[in-house]
């Protein structure tokens, strides 16, 4: 038998097979209830979830259209004061035309009455109609009547009016309009000279181009004026305008911010649920995994939970969720590794129980032994002194195995001389151990092998009656 280990693979009884088939199937039902119960849990945080994007969403729509209604309602306003202010417009181009008919007009005024009207009618629809009513405005102003003469009237009183009208024109009056403001004061210079004696045609000849003059600078004066406030109320409203977009600029991305953030939150939110839910079956997997020695099974759920943990620490709701997704897809498969192992596990304890009945049944002694994570070490003495070191361990192919390290029995020789069959007595104990291991409803050892052993050689148990007399060599 040489001093080498002594090997034996193990397989199930029939009805221990068959408990155990019963077992794995009582697993897989619990593990699939258990799934249900977490698809369930998955299911309702998802609604809650869904439900607070839905309440953020609603209060996001509100929002924008609350900022909608009151942008509307600006402008509206914005439109009410200028179609307010046309007509204050209109009114007073409405008054200069009845006082330009009133003081004889010497151009027919329909035409202008007509414009007039068509403005209105576009007011009225609200149509912006501000530069036309200053050009009507223009026209009618340029409608003064000329003097009706001068031969009765004293012509020093004429031409101190015709210079009042001129000054009124305003200190800016030769910046708006450089030209007319030349001509205006040219004409006047000219009119002074022929209010002389004697000069009374030439002073009625000239009446008529002076005022008709002066009344176009006056207009055109006024229009640049008007035209000059207009342009700085269009850039005060453009600024304005500028200011409000700005702010709604500002108003929009801070809303979007606040959504993302909104956002994050619940994504977070959702992420830390979910793995609430999920983590205490992954640290069981874990920890379960470390003592039925999985380190790998072990290491692939510390590393997944760590992921998790690192992304919701790190605010990355991305990351997160799918950490967490990732953990929960992996646990059924998990879950049902680990059924295997322990029912491997429970299938080691069983063999070790059942060995350890039959060898102490058999005349030895159990000193003890050690679980090494997955597979178990018993020490057994004989009243000779003889040790057996038996590991109960599990194969590659997931069946268990029996090694046997034996010292001090009297045919284990170092070294076997060649084709002599040695080890017959401890061999065949070891069958006969393995005979009481319980048959069909326990365990089936094959045949025991070792290093040296001569092929197709197998020991026949000791019969049961055997006296056993050992004697130290």
């Given at each position: 038998m040489s001093g080498s280990p002594k090997y034996s693979s193990v397989r199930v009884g029939a009805l221990y097979a068959q408990r155990e088939a019963a077992e794995r199937r009582r697993r897989a039902e619990e593990r699939r209830a258990r799934e249900r119960r977490r698809a369930t849990r998955r299911a309702q945080l998802a609604q809650e979830a869904a439900r607070r994007r839905a309440e953020v969403a609603l209060k996001d729509a509100e929002l924008a259209n609350r900022r909608a209604a009151e942008r509307d309602a600006r402008l509206v306003r914005a439109r009410a004061e200028q179609s307010r202010a046309d007509e204050r417009g209109l009114g007073e181009v409405h008054e200069l035309l009845a006082e330009a008919q009133r003081s004889g007009a010497r151009a027919d005024v329909g035409f202008l009455e007509r414009e007039l009207a068509e403005l209105r009618a576009r007011v009225a629809r609200g149509e912006q109609v501000g530069d036309a009513v200053e050009r009507l405005r223009g026209r009618v102003v340029s409608l003064r009547p000329a003097a009706a003469?001068?031969?009765?009237?004293?012509?020093?009183?004429?031409?101190?009016e015709l210079e009042r009208g001129?000054?009124?024109?305003?200190?800016?009056?030769?910046?708006?309009d450089a030209d007319g403001h030349k001509r205006c004061a040219d004409l006047l210079d000219e009119l002074r000279a022929a209010a002389g004696p004697d000069r009374q045609v030439r002073f009625d000849a000239l009446l008529g181009t002076v005022e008709h003059a002066l009344a176009r600078h006056a207009a055109t004066v006024t229009q640049a004026r008007e035209s000059a406030a207009r342009q700085d109320q269009e850039e005060t409203e453009r600024q304005a305008r500028a200011e409000r977009e700005r702010a709604t600029a500002e108003a929009a991305e801070r809303q979007?911010?606040?959504?993302?953030?909104?956002?994050?939150e619940l994504a977070l939110a959702e992420a830390t649920e979910r793995l609430d839910a999920v983590r205490p079956a992954a640290q069981g997997v874990r920890d379960t995994a470390?003592?039925?020695?999985?380190?790998?099974?072990?290491?692939?759920?510390g590393d997944a939970l760590r992921t998790a943990d690192e992304a919701?620490?790190?605010?990355?709701?991305?990351e997160a969720l799918q950490a967490v997704a990732d953990l929960e897809g992996r646990l059924p498969d998990a879950e049902g590794r680990l059924d295997e192992l322990e029912l491997a596990y429970q299938r080691s304890r069983d063999l070790v129980a059942a060995l350890r009945d039959a060898m102490t049944g058999e005349g030895f002694a159990f000193?003890?032994?050690e679980d090494e994570g997955g597979s178990f070490r018993l020490h057994f003495t004989r009243p000779?002194?003889?040790?057996?070191?038996?590991?109960?361990?599990i194969g590659d192919d997931g069946a268990p195995v029996l090694v046997y390290h034996v010292e001090g029995e009297p045919d284990v020789t170092l070294h076997a001389p060649r084709d002599e069959a040695v080890c017959d007595t401890t061999e065949a104990l070891l069958e006969r151990v393995h005979e009481a291991l319980g048959g069909d409803d326990g365990f089936v050892p094959g045949e025991l092998t070792w290093d040296g052993k001569p092929p197709g050689r197998r020991a026949k148990p000791l019969p049961r009656d055997t006296a056993w007399r050992w004697t130290t060599p």
């Open positions: 003469g001068s031969r009765g009237e004293d012509r020093a009183a004429v031409l101190a001129f000054t009124a024109t305003g200190p800016d009056g030769g910046t708006l979007r911010a606040e959504a993302a953030a909104a956002a994050l470390v003592e039925l020695g999985d380190p790998g099974l072990a290491d692939e759920f919701l620490g790190a605010r990355s709701a991305a000193e003890g032994g000779t002194g003889a040790t057996y070191e038996t590991t109960v361990g």
